[in-house]
């Protein structure tokens, strides 16, 4: 099978490998579509991002069952032709977090794409425990673009948003762009969303945003009193210290965004914090019990009944011989994008 092999930062090589055989209790999945997520661009690109080399990237991704290890065929619980979801976490299933259902903090996981080969290739071999059979008339594209739909819906749920709050989403990426539409659904009044780009801006619109602004100063005239709930996903200090600054008196912020430097409040951010008793929440990945969640469910429902809209975020629909162009030029932020699909067997719609 081809698949795209990072060998060293920046060397990223499309080559004929070996097609992956099922263990007893796993499945090969011919890939359908393979999403970009942002984590991709410096684990392909800086040193350090990837855990072993060479590796296949490459996590938000669904596909077809083709084949099935023995136990697996013999439980009847997946058959050949099945449409899945792959959740890119493998969690342990016996450290203390997994225990009590919370996967996402599992201490000693696996991961599709990082730790294990990922989608970015023909044909990826998925443990039982990771296949989300999907209903087959939902587009496998929806399919690969559950996963950041499900870590917006988890950021939502660390909150206590209700019918009525003022909500704000910094950053308008694909994470961004479902926490509008989450918040929405949840009974927000208003949700601004803030990003420096006017491309974007536009997107959140589309998403259903009822205010978008591209500056901090725009963000700060529209906030008035702040916002009761602030979803944070660019994952910049200066997007942190914003989201912090937004929040209204026991006003919420969650923070999905991961950084690559050092957050620092400045002291006014700091005391708004602390007068307005403002509470901050981490959010880290999409899981809960059973695995992989309600919030993996609750998103697939909601794509396959429309009520959750996706093909507007797709800007590019490539192949996988554009793999090394595509991830450089996100690096060096030469083309716009918000959700890059890479369909590795080419099954255009």
């Given at each position: 099978m081809r698949a795209a092999l990072l060998h060293a930062p920046g060397d990223i090589r499309v080559e004929e490998v070996p097609v992956p055989v099922p263990a007893p209790r796993e499945a090969l999945v011919r890939v359908a579509a393979c999403g970009v997520c942002g984590s991709d661009i410096p684990r392909m690109l800086r040193p350090g991002g990837a855990y072993h080399l060479p590796l296949i990237c490459g996590h938000e991704f669904s596909g077809h069952v083709v084949a099935l290890g023995a136990e697996l065929a013999a439980a009847g619980t997946v058959k050949e032709g099945d449409l899945v979801a792959v959740p890119p976490?493998?969690?342990?299933?016996?450290?203390?977090?997994?225990?009590?259902?919370?996967?996402?903090?599992?201490?000693?996981?696996?991961?599709?794409?990082?730790?294990?080969?990922?989608?970015?290739?023909?044909?990826?071999?998925?443990?039982?425990?990771?296949?989300m059979v999907l209903p087959p008339d939902l587009d496998p594209r929806a399919a690969a673009m559950l996963d950041p739909a499900a870590i917006a819906l988890h950021a939502i749920w660390r909150t206590k948003l209700r019918a009525g709050h003022r909500v704000a989403v910094v950053g308008a990426g694909p994470i961004g762009l479902f926490a509008i539409q989450w918040a929405l659904l949840a009974g927000a009044?208003?949700?601004?969303?803030?990003?420096?780009?006017?491309?974007?801006?536009?997107?959140?619109?589309?998403?259903?945003?009822?205010?978008?602004?591209?500056?901090?100063?725009?963000?700060?005239?529209?906030?008035?009193?702040?916002?009761?709930?602030?979803?944070?996903?660019?994952g910049v200090p200066a997007t942190a210290d914003q989201a912090v600054s937004l929040a209204a008196r026991h006003g919420q912020a969650v923070f999905i965004g991961i950084p690559h430097d050092p957050v620092v409040l400045p002291k006014a951010t700091f005391s708004n914090f602390l007068r307005r008793e403002v509470t901050l929440h981490g959010a880290w990945n999409s899981f809960s019990a059973p695995f992989p969640g309600d919030e993996w469910r609750t998103a697939a429902r909601a794509m396959g009944d429309g009520s959750l809209r996706w093909k507007f975020m797709i800007t590019h629909e490539l192949g996988l011989d554009d793999v090394s162009a595509t991830l450089r030029q996100l690096g060096e932020r030469s083309i716009f994008s918000s959700k890059v699909l890479f369909l590795p067997n080419g099954d255009r719609p």
């Open positions: 976490l493998i969690p342990c299933r016996r450290c203390t977090p997994c225990a009590q259902g919370h996967f996402s903090l599992c201490e000693d996981y696996d991961y599709f794409g990082s730790r294990r080969a990922g989608a970015y290739a023909e044909y990826v071999t998925v443990p039982e425990g990771n296949l009044h208003e949700v601004l969303s803030i990003d420096v780009s006017e491309e974007k801006a536009a997107m959140a619109m589309e998403a259903g945003a009822t205010h978008t602004a591209t500056t901090a100063e725009r963000a700060s005239e529209l906030a008035g009193q702040g916002y009761d709930v602030i979803i944070e996903s660019a």
